[in-house]
């Protein structure tokens, strides 16, 4: 009786298999002991659900331990990262399980475990635990993957501070392209500056999403591109939202400062117009010069002063805001 209850439940797995590959029209993936996976026309194929017939952009996706081990995707929020990533993981265990897959061709090296660091970056509201569990699982990853792997990494550093975010992926994307196992890594990112790595690390590779710019609209094609994204469309994808009209205004204007130079001569980041290295970045996102003298100014406490500190300390602020002048 148990048996066959277990081979009916055997047969209905694979029944529902057949028919979701006929009806999708999924194909006969390649799976052998090598260490490429190579997929043609990849499409997720819970979002293609959701989105209707011919609505789904499909993507190749190519990595290969010798020369594209770790694939860089950036680009804006809502441009498709987080999809492409799932949809390649997605590829790899419906092949594995014995299933046809979503996409027209795939040819995949048999992958021993899929390691994720995905998902707490859209639930930033959960905290600064967040971040604790975000580096626990990249520890993981770190620790534990193989030449056989699939790292899926996306955001990594985003629960933390820009520098430190920044940094943090930095340095883990270099730790898995430096390491003897050379996991095969899908590493997704909004920090632009990421895509220097490319410069040093043979086996990065850039990817981004197309995104067209039309009639002050952003239009995201969702069709993936070698190379760096030419530059953030995060903002227009702020007004899309509906930001108000004069924050949009002066992002845009701190963007443009930053573009000028992201570091000053000093190696310091330049975060805003007049921002002096001793500034923190903090204050100079948010304010001039002039914020932080009102702000040395709310700390005096004059009847403690003598005259000289008095004197001296009017001179300070004096010689600062004729720099701020200029
Ligand atoms: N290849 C695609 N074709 C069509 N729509 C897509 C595709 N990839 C993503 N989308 C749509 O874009 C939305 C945002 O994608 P997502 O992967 O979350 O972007 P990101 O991670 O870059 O912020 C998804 O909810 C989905 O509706
Ligand atoms: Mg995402």
Redesign the pocket.
């Known amino acids: 009786m148990k048996e066959a209850g277990l081979a009916l439940a055997t047969l209905d797995v694979l029944l529902s298999l057949a028919e979701a590959a006929q009806a999708r029209h999924f194909v006969r993936p390649r799976v052998d002991a090598g260490l490429v996976i190579s997929i043609r026309e990849g499409?997720?194929p819970v979002?293609?659900e959701?989105?209707g017939r011919g609505?789904?952009?499909?993507?190749d996706c190519y990595l290969d331990p010798d020369s594209q081990q770790i694939i860089l995707?950036t680009?804006?929020?809502?441009?498709?990262?987080?999809?492409?990533?799932?949809?390649v993981a997605l590829i790899v265990i419906l092949a594995q399980m014995g299933s046809f897959v979503s996409a027209s061709e795939a040819h995949l090296g048999v992958v021993d475990r899929i390691f994720t660091r995905i998902g707490a970056a859209?639930s930033l509201a959960r905290g600064e635990s967040t971040f604790m569990v975000e580096m626990k699982e990249t520890t993981r990853i770190l620790r534990h993957a193989s030449a056989r792997s699939l790292v899926l990494l996306?955001?990594v550093g985003r629960g933390t501070s820009t520098f430190d975010g920044i940094s943090i992926a930095w340095a883990v994307a270099e730790h898995l392209h430096d390491a003897e196992y050379r996991a095969r890594t899908l590493f997704?990112t909004?920090y632009h500056e990421l895509t220097d790595l490319a410069l040093t690390k043979d086996r990065v590779k850039n990817f981004n999403?197309a995104v067209k710019e039309w009639k002050g609209e952003v239009i995201?094609l969702?069709?993936?591109v070698e190379g760096t994204a030419s530059r953030s469309y995060g903002i227009h994808v702020a007004r899309l939202a509906g930001l108000p009209a004069g924050v949009v205004e002066r992002a845009k204007e701190i963007l443009n400062n930053l573009e000028r130079g992201e570091l000053d001569e000093r190696g310091q980041p330049r975060l805003a117009r007049g921002a002096r290295s001793q500034v923190s970045p903090q204050m100079a996102l948010f304010g001039s010069e002039t914020n932080r003298i009102v702000e040395e100014l709310k700390k005096v406490d004059a009847s403690v002063l003598t005259p000289i500190e008095a004197l001296n300390l009017l001179h300070v602020l004096a010689e600062e805001a004729k720099k701020e002048g200029r």
């Open positions: 499409r997720h979002v293609e959701s989105l609505a789904f952009v499909p993507n995707l680009g804006p929020n809502m441009a498709g990262k987080s999809t492409y990533m799932r949809q859209d996306d955001e997704a909004h999403f995201f969702r069709s993936l």
